[in-house]
């Protein structure tokens, strides 16, 4: 069993930085595939990044490439994704999830989800 607590999130204006956290309680974790997704009011649930546990495969979306970076620390079971260049269009609830055999897109390929933790673009 996983289990996934993310932090990080709150106000910030545009062009402005945030760095969140997912913190993963379970031996498994070093196994899987993490992902970001996020969820804006109004709007379904997106893709934004995901990383293998190996780090040989990171895939974003177009959307945040050059602004956004996934990374994992396997010692500390936890996955990160920093934020530049924030927008207003990047609101939304962010999630951490787990469990796919890869850098799926899909989020019913991930068995674990947190949460989530509220991002605020203020311009």
């Known amino acids: 069993q996983v289990q996934l607590v993310e932090s990080g999130g709150g106000l910030v204006q545009a062009g402005g930085s945030l760095r969140l956290s997912c913190a993963a309680s379970g031996s498994i974790f070093r196994w899987l595939a993490m992902s970001w997704f996020r969820q804006a009011p109004g709007k379904e649930r997106e893709f934004v990044a995901a990383i293998t546990w190996g780090i040989n495969n990171i895939r974003y979306v177009d959307s945040v490439k050059g602004r956004f970076t996934i990374s994992r620390d396997n010692a500390k079971s936890t996955v990160y994704l920093q934020m530049n260049s924030l927008k207003d269009e990047d609101t939304a609830v962010y999630y951490c999830?787990?469990?796919?055999?890869?850098?799926?897109?899909?989020?019913?390929?991930?068995?674990?989800w947190g949460k989530g933790t509220l991002v605020t673009v203020s311009s």
């Open positions: 999830a787990a469990g796919a055999a890869r850098t799926s897109v899909v989020g019913t390929d991930y068995g674990y």
